[in-house]
């Protein structure tokens, strides 16, 4: 298993697929919410399992968002490789910290890898989520 950012048209476009089977197709997020002119700003993660592309994120700034993992692949840790990537890479280019809007049926996996709820639930694209910060070590 390995993560990388997309750089080829191949990749980004992998890292889009991922994301239209997960949100669009399983979790009905309208496509315009889902694709939302932000990823040319962004760098954009692909996970993928020997050539196969099975999980994808997205780092905007400092803030996490649009991690997905195929159906088929979950359980097996892609979604933890690649926040394990977006950490280091973001250490490695000086941030103190990451931010993400968790949906609130999964926040038990980022509250595993240190990262802390703030505030209420709120709605995004109809589904409940939490906003969490995870203090990073830069040492």
């Not at 239209?20 to 496509?31: C, L, S, T």
């Not at 700003?41 to 997205?58: H, K, M, Q, S, W």
């Not at 996490?64 to 195929?70: F, M, P, Q, S």
Request: net charge negative; hydrophobic share 45%; glycine share 6%.
């Amino acid at each position: 298993m390995k993560v990388i950012v997309a750089k080829t048209q191949k990749e980004i476009i992998d890292n889009f697929l991922i994301r239209g089977e997960v949100f669009i197709k399983g979790q009905n997020i309208d496509w315009d919410i889902e694709f939302d002119g932000l990823d040319s700003e962004c760098v954009l993660f692909v996970c993928y399992i020997n050539d196969t592309p099975v999980g994808a994120a997205r780092l905007f700034k400092n803030k996490v968002g649009r991690v997905a993992t195929l159906s088929e692949y979950r359980k097996m840790g892609v979604g933890k490789h690649l926040m394990l990537a977006i950490e280091a890479y973001a250490i490695e280019n000086g941030f103190d910290k990451l931010i993400l809007n968790a949906q609130k049926y999964i926040d038990k996996f980022y509250l595993d890898l240190d990262y802390k709820p703030v505030g209420n639930i709120f709605l995004e694209a109809e589904i409940e989520h939490i906003k969490m910060i995870k203090e990073l070590n830069n040492d």
